[in-house]
């Protein structure tokens, strides 16, 4: 698979990015690295073929630098690097950054500031070098059987991937550092590998999709956005084969990519719901909570536009978010519209993979079960379900 091919050196250099849009206003760095005399330190844009470099200089007796460039219209990763030391930069418009670092530890022992993704990238960074420190300490313990060593990494990657996912990609997953963190990557017997795989672990793949629903919101039409996309989409794809190969019960050759997040929760008869399901209609995907003062008016909305356009493949998948269980049931007992319940309420696993940040908040997706529009983009929703039917 091409996309994996490229996306396999992006993770190398840290990032996957492509051609950047421009705003015309500018970013400034700069800051000092000591013990690095005569040393040359390069300020690098990391792009999808590797690192480019955007300029250079050779560091006197105080090591101090500055840098400067144009903003993009989305934020940017650089890094300032000498040999194979690296600190990792992201730009987001019209900041100032300063770099405080010393040269022989300059990797994992730096002070930024003026920016806030700067310094969550940081911390990425150190917990990265503490979890590859930590698979060190196993892979060269004489002590540690072959099958103990691999049990280990696979119990401390997991709690590594716990930690990053609920605390910086899934809190806030339209930012740079929440993008930075799909790419860290850990050396396994010699092996470099993403820690967050989208070939072949479905929960990885959700993490990639849930970053990419993000971008496509905040920073529409990007290519690094569209990358995002594309990566989710073929990582479902490759775990639908996968899965089916397993099985054995499903032709593999048959199986096809779906542009969005999976949802299975059960209706209100218990009965389980898929929104892959729907593929061949136009589907309004909903987040709602029906114990607010706006819910009667916004399920009256729903009926009107379900009555004029349902005979013509239009489909309402309702996800509720409300704590009360019995009282969801009551309320869409009458509704005509697949409407399922998550017992999880707000914490929903599924709310934070599309990035719900408030209720009631939907989605439009088409025939072919690809992602387009969610409601921020959409001015006109009658005319955007009529336009997809």
Known sequence: MKIFHRLAAAAI?????AATSCTGKKFHISGTITEARDSLLYFENMSLNGAVTVDSVKLG????????????????????????QIINIAVDSTENIAVKASYPTMSGQYDVKGSE????????????????????????????SYDSEADSIRQIVAAYKDRVKRNYIFKE???AYAYFALFQTVNVGGQTALIFDPRSKKEDVQVFAAVATSWDTYYPNTERGKNLHNIAIEGM?????????????????KVSASGVIEIALPDNRGHIRRLTGLRGKVVLLDFHVFATKTSTARIMHLRDLY???????????????????????????????????????TASPAAAQYNVQSVPTYFLIDKNNV?????????????EIKAML
């Not at 775990?239 to 050759?253: G, H, K, L, Y």
């Open 173 to 175: 997953p339209m930012k």
């Open 237 to 253: 794809k490759n775990v639908r084969i996968i899965q089916a190969e397993q099985s054995q019960t499903i032709d593999a050759s």
């Open 61 to 84: 007796e105080d090591g101090s630098f500055s840098f400067d460039g144009t903003a993009a219209d989305h934020p940017e990763f650089y890094r300032l690097r000498i040999a194979r």
């Open 13 to 17: 250099v840290l990032a996957a990015l």
């Open 117 to 144: 993704e700067c310094s969550k990238i940081k911390e990425l960074a150190v917990m990265q070098m503490s979890l590859q420190a930590q698979i060190n300490a196993i892979t060269q313990n004489p002590n540690v």
């Open 307 to 345: 009555n004029k356009y349902h005979a013509q493949g239009l489909e309402i998948y309702q996800v509720s978010l409300d704590p009360d269980e019995h009282f969801w049931k009551e309320s869409v007992a009458a509704l005509p519209w697949i409407s399922v319940h998550d017992e999880a309420g």
């Open 371 to 383: 992602l387009q529009k969610r409601d921020v983009q959409i001015k006109d929703l009658d005319a």
